[in-house]
């Protein structure tokens, strides 16, 4: 059998404005009350922005620590050290090496400089490195920072604090040319790191919107088409903040990630959501219905696709929920913009076309009526290569099966981590002094910490039994030798013994030297204090170690639970378990073939020029779970809808194999706009500063990429070729939702 598309007219018949079916759902009652639809809709928009002026309240560092790390932070966090947030001046020498007299003299010229400067409270002396060609002068600014790096409202912070000093320092560099010069410590850092990534932030914020805008126009060939859904998805997101504004006062701080991720996630499903609306809005019009008819009809075929696919995407991003911890947070905000976006689909979005009418196609393009005469015929590339896959579905479905395992075979060597400095860029100054420092005085760099809380009173007992845990740390070989430097706070009750490690954070050997310190230094340390009530706890890098294992076991779960919740939800709208099963593999195998790209990519060297980055050997331990729950949810928009069309064929009475062959045609278009979108948006994460962000941004854009042509041009139709009628029925007994 051999089936056709009719032609869009290029004159659509302008029927009755308000010739609609009786029933026609949400979508029709929205269409036939716009205005009330509309108004109801501003106040809605308003009410959240003045919630989200209110600000987020976000999360501490610390808070999301788990273990015995956790126990340590809070510890040393609730007391007061007495001491002030310390900026490091590191100079090195381009030749040679320092004698005594220069380094006092070096000691002397930078007192005088650096007293009485804005922000400097005191200046420490000159401290010279083993190897003699480096010299470092510690600098106390004149702010308050607590030990879990948390600054008291009110009180100036370091960054705050830094600026007069950094341009002190930069003087120094240029009166000494013969001596590498710089500065790194909590306020420097801040201030350059800190503003250069929010700067990247904001850039890719603002790139994001046009990028979105040009790929729409030339989707819809006209700018009105083109800038609704950015309207729609811009207006998810402002909503969905709101919202998140007013849980993380009234319910749980978040994550300070979640803005970003609201807005990443919010403007991919907000404008994926609308394009398929408003493009078989644009279908029926163009078939001769009514403009609320068009409508109607759009929000009963395509809105419907959008209700399952949001509620999968839903299902997928309550897996951070099971996770909890640090993603509990950042599943409120996606799951709150995910539903907003299809909520403002349903209702917003009809009632906006019907305003619009036919005006939505207004400022149209050169050329785009040519191409939209062409858009959904089986005749189309979509639509040929539909045809030879449906002939020979069973090679086709091995061919790109295999293809996606080959791609996701890497993934078995993945290794995740949480990165500290080194994963920053080597361009910044405050980074370059920072390897300088670390290099020169390990002690200063990766630390693990022995927290002990005991009275007051065994305070010097306390001091001495840390004595014997440093001499015993050192004597594993996993600890730098040197002074230990135990911190006392001011109270007497709390004891911080850092144990330098000589290893970067990343580095897997650090959860050796974790193990080693709990197993051999701890018992050293509570044996000397037995009797004394005190509590031993080890934090410091031990805080990466215990997050990364907690994600790394936390993962099996958050899986499992999306795949069944996943399997029920498919089963029950579209009523084939069979369908259902085929859905959660071919989302896993997207899933895995993104895992085994981010790792291939950003665990070797052979990309770095090309993206920009220095491999650190690890991928970042929070993005697997991460971007499971975002890609599997969001594939989702694409499978539903192709889904949905092949269906829409086959209740039409046309056969298994020529229905997969139509639906493939009719969504491969607004499949494909919609993957440029999400590609573009994601890409432009990819171009981060951040390593973290790097890597999420560059695998979300491949998995998007692979599973738009790929999986959805390829794979999905030969596996619906090769389950036939059973991508259709399912036992009697089942209940469904697909009539």
């Given at each position: 059998m051999t089936t056709t598309t009719p032609a869009p007219s290029s004159t659509p018949t302008r029927g009755p404005r308000d010739a609609a079916p009786p029933h026609g759902g949400i979508a029709g009652w929205c269409a036939r009350h716009r205005w009330r639809t509309l108004f109801a809709a501003l106040l809605v928009l308003a009410g959240t922005v003045v919630l989200l002026s209110g600000g987020l309240v976000t999360t501490k560092p610390d808070d999301q620590l788990v273990g015995d790390s956790a126990t340590a932070a809070k510890i040393a966090g609730a007391v007061d050290f007495g001491d002030r947030p310390t900026e490091n001046v590191v100079l090195t020498t381009r030749s040679g090496s320092f004698t005594a007299d220069e380094v006092a003299a070096l000691g002397r010229e930078l007192s005088a400089v650096y007293t009485g400067v804005e922000g400097v409270a005191a200046v420490g002396d000159p401290a010279l490195a083993p190897d003699g060609r480096t010299v470092?002068?510690?600098?106390?600014?004149?702010?308050?920072?607590?030990?879990?790096?948390?600054?008291?409202?009110?009180?100036?912070?370091?960054?705050?604090?830094?600026?007069?000093?950094?341009?002190?320092?930069?003087?120094?560099?240029?009166?000494?040319?013969?001596?590498?010069?710089?500065?790194?410590?909590?306020?420097?850092?801040?201030?350059?790191?800190?503003?250069?990534?929010?700067?990247?932030?904001?850039?890719?914020?603002?790139?994001?919107?046009?990028?979105?805008?040009?790929?729409?126009?030339?989707?819809?060939?006209?700018?009105?088409?083109?800038?609704?859904?950015?309207?729609?998805?811009?207006?998810?997101?402002?909503?969905?903040l709101g919202l998140t504004a007013w849980a993380s006062r009234g319910i749980t701080p978040v994550d300070q990630n979640t803005q970003s991720l609201v807005l990443l996630i919010g403007l991919a499903v907000g404008v994926d959501y609308a394009l398929f609306v408003i493009r078989r809005s644009r279908e029926e019009r163009a078939a001769g219905a009514g403009v609320v008819e068009a409508v109607t009809t759009a929000g009963r075929t395509a809105g419907r696709a959008v209700v399952i696919s949001g509620l999968t995407v839903v299902v997928a991003m309550s897996g951070m929920l099971v996770a909890g911890g640090m993603f509990t947070s950042l599943a409120i905000g996606t799951m709150l913009v995910v539903a907003v976006a299809v909520l403002a689909s349903a209702t917003v979005l009809p009632a906006l076309l019907v305003v619009l009418g036919?005006?939505?196609?207004?400022?149209?393009?050169?050329?785009?009526?040519?191409?939209?005469?062409?858009?959904?015929?089986?005749?189309?590339?979509?639509?040929?290569?539909?045809?030879?896959?449906?002939?020979?579905?069973?090679?086709?479905?091995?061919?790109?099966?295999?293809?996606?395992?080959?791609?996701?075979?890497?993934?078995?060597?993945?290794?995740?981590?949480?990165?500290?400095?080194?994963?920053?860029?080597?361009?910044?100054?405050?980074?370059?002094?920072?390897?300088?420092?670390?290099?020169?005085?390990?002690?200063?760099?990766?630390?693990?910490?022995?927290?002990?809380?005991?009275?007051?009173?065994?305070?010097?007992?306390?001091?001495?039994?840390?004595?014997?845990?440093?001499?015993?740390?050192?004597?594993?070989?996993?600890?730098?030798?040197?002074?230990?430097?135990?911190?006392?706070?001011?109270?007497?009750?709390?004891?911080?013994?850092?144990?330098?490690?000589?290893?970067d954070m990343s580095d897997p050997r650090l959860g050796t030297a974790v193990d080693t310190v709990r197993a051999d230094v701890v018992p050293v340390v509570e044996q000397a204090l037995a009797g004394t009530g005190a509590e031993v706890h080890v934090g410091g890098s031990a805080a990466v170690t215990d997050l990364t294992d907690w994600l790394d076991e936390r993962l099996p779960w958050v899986v499992g639970f999306v795949l069944v919740l996943t399997l029920v939800v498919m089963t029950v709208s579209f009523g084939s378990p069979w369908l259902a099963a085929a859905t959660v593999v071919l989302n896993a195998l997207s899933v895995g073939a993104a895992y085994g790209v981010i790792t291939l990519v950003f665990q070797n060297t052979w990309a770095e020029g090309l993206l920009a980055f220095t491999s650190i050997g690890s991928i970042a331990a929070w993005l697997p779970l991460l971007m499971f729950v975002v890609l599997f949810g969001l594939?989702?928009?694409?499978?539903?809808?192709?889904?949905?069309?092949?269906?829409?064929?086959?209740?039409?009475?046309?056969?298994?194999?020529?229905?997969?062959?139509?639906?493939?045609?009719?969504?491969?278009?607004?499949?494909?706009?919609?993957?440029?979108?999400?590609?573009?948006?994601?890409?432009?994460?990819?171009?981060?500063?951040?390593?973290?962000?790097?890597?999420?941004?560059?695998?979300?854009?491949?998995?998007?990429?692979?599973?738009?042509?790929?999986v959805r041009g390829v794979l999905l139709p030969a596996v619906l070729a090769l389950l036939g009628r059973r991508a259709h029925t399912g036992p009697k007994w089942l209940p469904a939702i697909h009539h």
């Open positions: 470092v002068v510690p600098v106390a600014l004149d702010a308050v920072q607590r030990a879990d790096g948390s600054t008291p409202d009110g009180a100036t912070t370091p960054q705050d604090a830094v600026g007069p000093m950094l341009a002190v320092t930069d003087r120094v560099a240029a009166d000494h040319p013969a001596l590498e010069v710089g500065q790194v410590g909590p306020g420097s850092i801040d201030a350059e790191v800190g503003e250069a990534l929010e700067s990247d932030f904001r850039r890719a914020e603002y790139i994001s919107l046009p990028v979105t805008l040009g790929v729409l126009l030339v989707a819809f060939g006209a700018v009105v088409a083109a800038g609704v859904p950015v309207l729609l998805g811009v207006g998810a997101v402002v909503a969905a036919d005006k939505v196609e207004a400022l149209r393009l050169p050329f785009s009526a040519r191409r939209a005469a062409r858009r959904g015929s089986v005749d189309s590339l979509w639509g040929r290569l539909a045809g030879a896959v449906t002939r020979r579905p069973l090679v086709w479905t091995l061919a790109a099966g295999g293809v996606l395992v080959a791609l996701a075979l890497p993934a078995l060597g993945m290794r995740t981590a949480l990165p500290g400095a080194e994963s920053l860029p080597k361009s910044f100054d405050s980074v370059a002094t920072y390897d300088r420092l670390t290099a020169a005085f390990p002690q200063d760099g990766t630390t693990v910490d022995v927290v002990v809380r005991a009275p007051a009173s065994a305070s010097e007992q306390v001091d001495a039994a840390l004595q014997k845990g440093f001499r015993a740390g050192v004597a594993t070989g996993e600890v730098a030798a040197g002074e230990p430097q135990v911190k006392t706070s001011t109270d007497g009750t709390v004891h911080v013994l850092p144990l330098p490690v000589p290893v594939s989702m928009d694409y499978h539903v809808f192709v889904v949905s069309r092949v269906r829409e064929a086959w209740a039409a009475g046309v056969g298994p194999r020529d229905a997969v062959r139509l639906g493939v045609a009719r969504s491969a278009g607004v499949v494909t706009s919609a993957a440029a979108v999400m590609v573009a948006v994601f890409a432009i994460f990819g171009t981060l500063s951040s390593l973290e962000m790097k890597q999420l941004g560059i695998g979300l854009a491949t998995a998007v990429l692979l599973d738009a042509t790929l």
